[in-house]
């Protein structure tokens, strides 16, 4: 077969195949599509919602109950009841028509936060380097990066040399 041929078939079966998807899912054939409907709006009901709040609140009281008090400073030892805690909130929210974050949920982990972590401050605080070091983190990866450009242009001309 010619290749020439070859090509026209395949552009024609593709063409066919386009023309019959696009066909079937048009609106002309009177089909009724459930994604092209509206979805149901959900009016958000804030007492449901602060109930709902309560109840992912008292699962993260608990959660947190196991953890010792000096501990609820650092992150890594509270992350997986925080993000269980955060999920109940969002998913509750959702579910019951409400945008997450919204005021009243914040306000409600807002208050979380300062039952649990009022105590929490940073112990040392950050300082900018000394200039100097300052200068060398920053001008080190300029002079990389134009290294490389230099390096790459160098070698796209030495291999038209070589080609």
């Known amino acids: 077969m010619d290749t020439n041929l070859l090509t026209l078939f395949k552009l024609s079966l593709i063409f066919a195949v386009n023309m019959l998807m696009t066909r079937s899912l048009s609106d002309a054939d009177g089909g009724d599509l459930s994604f092209t409907q509206q979805?149901?709006?959900l009016q958000c009901n804030q007492t449901v919602l602060l109930l709902e709040m309560e109840r992912c609140g008292e699962r993260f009281r608990s959660d947190m109950s196991h953890i010792h008090p000096d501990d609820r400073c650092n992150l890594t030892h509270f992350i997986r009841e925080y993000h269980v805690f955060s999920s109940c909130t969002e998913t509750n929210a959702e579910r019951i028509g409400c945008f997450w974050p919204n005021p009243a949920v914040e306000r409600f982990i807002i208050s979380i936060?300062?039952?649990f972590f009022s105590n929490c401050s940073l112990e040392q605080v950050f300082i900018d380097p000394p200039d100097d070091t300052l200068t060398l983190l920053i001008f080190i990866p300029v002079f990389l990066t134009l290294a490389m450009v230099v390096l790459?242009?160098?070698?796209?001309?030495?291999?038209d040399l070589l080609a």
């Open 39 to 41: 979805p149901r709006l």
């Open 113 to 115: 936060h300062k039952h």
């Open 152 to 159: 790459v242009v160098w070698c796209s001309k030495r291999s």
